[in-house]
């Protein structure tokens, strides 16, 4: 898939996906098959024990893995996902979603995220598999 495809889906889902902005996240890379997601835990982060809230961490592995899986150019979305947590995160820590695939056949796709803090400590590991529901190109959909 071209560069250029990647980039233009890449600009879509940043646009739209509004968890990127209400979580603070920024992407790092994006491209067919892989992409990188990062956020500094801040306030609004926090579960009640005052550290990173699992769903934040969830939520930062699902964009990464939604932008390798769909920077193909085909709309895809998550048919199963699930998470490991290895350690805690603090206030402030910079947290890294770095997503890669495992297998894309024709219509399904599976990836791994695995997240890291700055000082490349495994925080946790994401797994998802993908459905195509669309042969169309995703920036054609909807909102285009």
């Known amino acids: 898939m071209s560069d250029e495809t990647a ?3 890449a ?3 940043a646009k739209y996906d509004k968890l990127i902005g209400l979580f603070d996240m920024e992407i790092e890379e994006a491209a067919a098959g892989h992409a990188r997601v990062s ?3 801040g306030p609004n982060h926090l579960n009640a024990a005052g550290l990173c809230h699992g769903a934040a961490l969830f939520a930062l592995a ?3 893995f939604a ?3 769909n920077c193909y150019g085909k709309m895809a979305l998550a048919i199963e996902a699930s998470m490991n947590y290895f350690r805690p995160v603090k206030l402030g820590a910079r947290v ?3 997503c890669e695939e495992l297998f894309q ?3 399904t796709g599976t990836y791994i995220c695995h997240l890291r803090d700055s000082d490349q ?3 946790a590991v994401f797994k998802a598999t993908a459905f195509r529901i669309d042969e169309g190109a995703v920036t054609l959909r909807g909102r285009g």
Do not use: F, N, Q
Request: proline content about 0%.
């Open 7 to 9: 980039k233009k889906v």
């Open 67 to 69: 932008l390798a899986v």
């Open 105 to 107: 056949g024709r219509r």
């Open 62 to 64: 699902d964009v990464a």
């Open 11 to 13: 600009s879509h889902i």
């Open 39 to 41: 956020m500094e835990v």
């Open 121 to 123: 400590k495994k925080i």
């Open 96 to 98: 890294e979603a770095s």
